[in-house]
């Protein structure tokens, strides 16, 4: 059974504080992607990462930051945590047989910044 | 540009009664199309997907979605709703030319009266 897990469900942080969310895949799967959902916006991506220590851009990746040292492990980095950045965030993963692969989303974490 | 667009927000039916969720997209080139849905408190399931070949794809729990390429439509349907169908559903789209890159509509929560 395909499994992507999320460290943390739920979070709360503070402004200002560097916060990590923690995704780890046990396909091994080569695409791994960090959205935020919003309510009434849907998902938006934020960054991906098509192999290790290769990273690029989505469309809402100003205030983040991301990490893949590994093929399995994919971090996403709040430099400095700022109450707009309160939401949802859903790390997925796919293989890289093409454009039509499935998704395989984690349970997502809840953050909050105060 | 938006290029994909779920008519409602919310969408409520009676238990047993026909469930009609609609997605529409912007694009020159018929996209992949996929439907997911979140249960509370959960990550994104897939439920169908069309890619090509047979326009009417059937999905898990029953559902169903009709691609149709002169409507640019691909909404999401299933004769008979039950209770445990309570969820927000996501239409997406991957464009030729975004690679990797899944497109979400806004969500439609549905809600299922007894």
């Known amino acids: 059974d395909v499994k992507v897990t999320q460290s943390s469900r739920y979070l709360v942080k503070r402004t200002g504080e560097k916060v990590f969310l923690e995704c780890v895949q046990d396909m091994d799967h080569e695409n791994m992607f960090w959205y935020r959902q919003d309510p009434g916006l849907g998902l938006r991506l934020i960054y991906f990462?098509?192999?290790?220590?290769?990273?690029e851009k989505g469309d809402i990746p100003e205030g983040y930051s991301v990490s893949r040292e590994k093929k399995e492990r994919f971090s996403l980095i709040l430099e400095s945590a700022s109450t707009n950045q309160t939401s949802m965030y859903l790390c997925?993963?796919?293989?890289?047989?093409?454009?039509?692969?499935?998704?395989?989303f984690g349970p997502g974490t809840r953050l909050t910044v105060l | 540009a938006q290029s994909v667009t779920q008519l409602g927000s919310h969408v409520s039916v009676s238990e047993g009664a026909l469930v009609l969720l609609r997605c529409n997209y912007s694009s020159s080139v018929p996209p992949y199309l996929f439907w997911y849905v979140q249960y509370p408190n959960q990550g994104l399931q897939l439920l169908l997907k069309y890619t090509t070949g047979a326009t009417l794809v059937k999905g898990i729990n029953g559902f169903e979605a009709e691609f149709k390429k002169s409507e640019t439509s691909f909404h999401l349907t299933k004769p008979s709703a039950h209770m445990s169908d309570a969820a927000e559903y996501f239409c997406?789209?991957?464009?030729?030319?975004?690679?990797?890159?899944?497109?979400f509509g806004s969500g439609t929560r549905l809600l299922v009266r007894p």
């Open positions: 990462s098509y192999d290790v220590k290769m990273k």
């Open positions: 997925a993963s796919s293989s890289q047989g093409g454009s039509t692969d499935t998704q395989y």
């Open positions: 997406a789209v991957i464009l030729m030319d975004s690679s990797y890159k899944l497109i």
